[in-house]
């Protein structure tokens, strides 16, 4: 997956130019039929979307997602409120342009001919493969040749069926697949988990999340190379629309709001360990429950799962951990830091996740205030990891070399270099463990995205089964035994009725773990 930044220069070029060229046709609060001016009149941004973690989502009470967050934005440069309808797939987030019913469709789909024949497609912002998937554990096959017939089940609109169709033609002219109507490409990814479908197709980033909470789900081939995702609109005569979307990608490619997002949403990606995150999610399972109260009552500046990636990271949850370096306990203190903080036990479970997100807390409270504030932690979270002055000597190496000091985005790739004597040199504090600090917060960051995932699909199950439950309630030994309808029952009874009303759904090796300095 191509990065932001590695398009910066062109798409900061392309949308200047464009912008240029289109602005002066354009009288923004003119014409009736002008579509800026329309959603300006109306005072509402109408955008389609589909449910997915990477677009729109709800997470604690609050709406999430890269596409989200970006039409949010849209909507405010536009100054208009957003309006956001959640469609099941692909197929009615077009609908709903061809019926007027959205202005903008920000769902994080490929740009791709057949689509930009028919609609007006804006700035790419990253790019994505499509991928075929599998069940970790059932045959692979090596190539589209190896899909039987009824295998592979696709969402209805997805782009890759444009691919299939070429490849059939040119390639594979027995491959065929069966479209679901019912299911989004999130659904069919689930269904490929629980072993219902044998493969159907995504695209490479919206993989790469979901795995981070079912490791089972495995990557079988790439259909496509990668392409650009883009944000989709009606295509007509009127280009006030397009002028707007350009300027505002600019915009927000000058201001460093790309690079941020891209950090918090797709900073994650790659580098997906099976053992690792099965691992890790087998223990959320085992040994989470106990710990959960302690994390949930001390994180006070942070979520309560972020802290307890923190802990898992540090020691695996594990409360007699020990290091060769002596330090010890869920959050690895040193035995001075603990004296400093008052614990007077490292071994102690709640003393040892009080005395770290205390100490985590005064690390964040010390990260310069020109950093935004959704990435104080992972300042502070190198510093707990390496020392808050090394830290510092990052910023100051990411500002010699023309990089953002406040951009975690930027600041992390220099982190590295503080182990290599030409940079360490010329900083005040001199050499550290950098490469470490860096595998340290992006560990963290996986731990945290697995878990948050993982916790949420436990409630949705939870709540699906308690909406079974009221369905079909468990009766009674004594309502059994009791004819609803008098002495003479209508029909036999048998102990499979019984069962039938009841019947419920039911539901790597690791990088240095120990913190240096804390």
């Given at each position: ?33 002008n ?53 099941p ?30 609609y ?33 089940v ?54 790469s ?24 609109s ?40 099976y ?20 994390f949930?009552k ?32 869920l959050?690895?203190?040193t ?7 008052g ?7 709640e003393?040892?996740i ?30 707990y ?21 406040d951009?975690w ?15 360490y ?10 490469h ?34 009221e ?20 029909g ?27």
């Amino acid at each position: 997956m191509k990065r932001f930044k590695i398009n910066y220069l062109l798409i900061g070029a392309v949308t200047v130019l464009l912008a240029v060229a289109l602005w002066p046709s354009i009288p923004w609060f003119g014409q009736a039929e002008n579509r800026i001016a329309a959603i300006q009149a109306r005072g509402v941004l109408r955008v389609s979307t589909i449910q997915s973690p990477l677009t729109y989502t709800q997470y604690q009470g609050k709406e999430i997602g890269l596409d989200y967050e970006m039409a949010e934005q849209f909507a405010r440069y536009l100054g208009v409120k957003l309006e956001v309808t959640v469609r099941p797939n692909i197929q009615e987030l077009f609908d709903d342009i061809d019926n007027d019913n959205a202005d903008v469709i920000a769902a994080g789909l490929v740009y791709n001919t057949q689509r930009s024949q028919k609609y007006q497609a804006g700035p790419a912002y990253y790019s994505v493969s499509q991928q075929m998937v599998y069940r970790m554990g059932s045959p692979r096959p090596k190539t589209l040749a190896g899909v039987k017939e009824n295998q592979l089940v696709l969402s209805p609109g997805v782009t890759s069926l444009n691919a299939l169709k070429k490849l059939k033609e040119e390639k594979y002219p027995d491959l065929s697949w069966r479209i679901d109507d019912q299911h989004s490409s999130t659904e069919l990814l689930q269904q490929v988990v629980d072993g219902k479908i044998a493969f159907t197709i995504a695209d490479s980033v919206a993989i790469s999340t979901f795995q981070r909470v079912h490791p089972q789900l495995a990557v079988a081939l790439d259909v496509t190379d990668e392409q650009p995702v883009t944000w989709f609109s009606a295509l007509d005569s009127d280009d006030s629309l397009s002028a707007a979307l350009l300027d505002f990608y600019n915009k927000l490619n000058s201001d460093g709001t790309f690079a941020r997002l891209e950090e918090k949403y797709l900073g994650h990606v790659g580098d997906f360990d099976y053992v690792d995150t099965r691992t890790f999610l087998k223990a959320v399972d085992s040994v989470l429950p106990e710990l959960q109260p302690l994390f949930e009552k001390y994180a006070t500046e942070i979520d309560w799962r972020l802290l307890a990636a923190i802990s898992y990271q540090e020691s695996h949850w594990d409360n007699q951990a020990t290091s060769p370096t002596g330090v010890r306990g869920l959050m690895m203190l040193t035995k001075n830091t603990a004296q400093s903080l008052g614990v007077t036990d490292r071994l102690d479970p709640e003393q040892s996740i009080e005395g770290g997100s205390r100490y985590l807390k005064d690390m964040m409270a010390k990260v310069p205030e020109s950093v935004p504030e959704e990435e104080r932690i992972w300042f502070a979270l190198a510093a707990y990891n390496m020392g808050y002055a090394h830290m510092l000597d990052a910023r100051q190496l990411t500002a010699k070399q023309k990089g953002n000091p406040d951009s975690w985005a930027d600041v992390k790739m220099r982190l590295p270099l503080l182990s290599l004597k030409p940079y360490y040199s010329k900083t005040t504090y001199g050499y550290a463990r950098g490469h470490e600090a860096y595998a340290y917060v992006e560990n963290i960051r996986k731990y945290h995205i697995s878990l948050a995932g993982y916790l949420l699909e436990q409630e949705k199950q939870e709540a699906q089964e308690a909406k079974y439950a009221e369905a079909y309630p468990v009766v009674s030994p004594v309502e059994l035994a009791t004819p609803r309808y008098g002495p003479f029952p209508l029909g036999p009874f048998s102990p499979a009725d019984v069962l039938e009303k009841n019947r419920l759904t039911l539901p790597s090796t690791l990088l240095p773990k120990h913190p240096q300095s804390h």
